[in-house]
Every structure is written in C-alpha cells, then in structure tokens.
C-alpha cells in the first residue's frame, strides 16, 4: 500500500529549472523502482525517468542531459531535478511506484500529479 505524495511542480519559463519531490511511504529498498511519468493534453503518456532500488535509471531521450532522477532514502524521496526547460516539457508530471520487477503499469501506485509548465 504505496502512497506518493508529489510537490514541485510550477511555472518557469523556458531555460528554467524545477525540481520534482516525491515522497514514499515506503523506502526505495521495499520497491523495485520508481519514477515519472508525464501527460500532456492531446498526448499519451510518457515515461520520462525512472530509477530502481539498485539506483540505475533510465530517462526518455528527449530530456537526457537535462533531467536527473535521485533518491534520498533517509526521507524515502525521490527527486527529479529538471534543468533547460523547454515548452515541450510542459505536462502533469506523475510519480510512480513499481512495487516488483514484473509488476504491470496497471498495478503501479501513483502520485497525485503536479503540473509543470513551461512558458514564457
């Protein structure tokens, strides 16, 4: 019974950074990994980075070198550190727990959602 609380989102404008918090109630080491994933209006959803409880990650091309997922597992947080913003980074960003390895998208536990916008 996973539960995500989800802070950080706002508007900046383009160039900007924002840092995503997600804070677990469980510890990173109690799950198999965790993440976000991001919709945009008119778009499907996209798995933008995710990092598992051996601390390797994987980021959707569009934001390597600009984003950086990382754990602080004293506060049970992750965090998702976005640097150059751009406009096309706007969307509702949702954090996600993957309690095991085999567990499908449809049995993640989710934030509530936070909504970055990039504009000018």
């Known amino acids: 019974q996973v539960q995500l609380v989800e802070s950080g989102g706002g508007l900046v404008q383009p160039g900007g950074s924002l840092r995503l918090s997600c804070a677990a109630s469980?510890?990173?080491?109690?799950?198999?990994?965790m993440g976000w994933y991001r919709q945009a209006p008119g778009k499907q959803r996209e798995l933008v980075a995710t990092?598992?409880?051996?601390?390797?990650?994987v980021y959707v091309e569009s934001v390597k070198g600009r984003f950086t997922i990382s754990t602080d597992n004293a506060k049970n947080t992750v965090n998702l550190q976005m640097n150059s913003l751009t406009p096309e980074d706007t969307a509702v960003y949702y954090c996600?727990?993957?309690?095991?390895?085999?567990?499908?998208?449809?049995?993640?536990?989710w934030g509530q959602g936070t909504q970055v916008t990039v504009s000018s």
């Open positions: 990092i598992t409880n051996a601390f390797s990650t």
């Open positions: 469980e510890s990173i080491f109690d799950v198999y990994a």
């Open positions: 996600y727990s993957q309690v095991s390895q085999f567990t499908p998208v449809e049995n993640y536990y």
